[in-house]
């Protein structure tokens, strides 16, 4: 199993990238696939997810400026990041789970799979 993501790179605050995810070596339709991120001293922290059902989930620091969308073919996960702040900068990590429980949505512990990273850098 292989979550690759891609997508990172240096941008001035106010400006957008986005994150891709693919994901192999299993068939991950039933697993919710989401984004967390970790700075510089601090720990990983949930970004967003979507469920098999396409409902998604955000962190409140990036409701209204992120959003997460799955490709056609459910392996792929997206991050459209619009609006970033220096804040945003971190090394960002996509990842799989299997669980179906809705409050572990966030939880990091409940991912049984993690891409290795892309660095999101945002400049003020």
């Known amino acids: 199993v292989q979550l690759q993501a891609s997508g990172g790179g240096l941008v001035q605050a106010g400006g957008s990238l986005r994150l891709s995810c693919a994901a192999s070596g299993r068939a991950f339709s039933s697993y919710s696939l989401g984004w967390f991120r970790q700075a510089p001293g601090k720990d990983r922290e949930f970004v967003a997810a979507i469920r098999w059902n396409g409902n998604t989930y955000y962190a409140d620091s990036v409701k209204g400026r992120f959003t997460i969308s799955r490709g056609n073919a459910k392996n792929t996960v997206y991050l459209q990041m619009n609006s970033l702040k220096p804040e945003d900068t971190a090394v960002y990590y996509c990842?799989?789970?299997?669980?179906?429980?809705?409050?572990?949505?966030?939880?990091?512990?409940?991912?049984?799979?993690w891409g290795q990273g892309t660095q999101v850098t945002v400049s003020s």
């Open positions: 990842a799989a789970s299997r669980s179906s429980i809705l409050s572990m949505t966030a939880t990091a512990a409940a991912y049984n799979y």
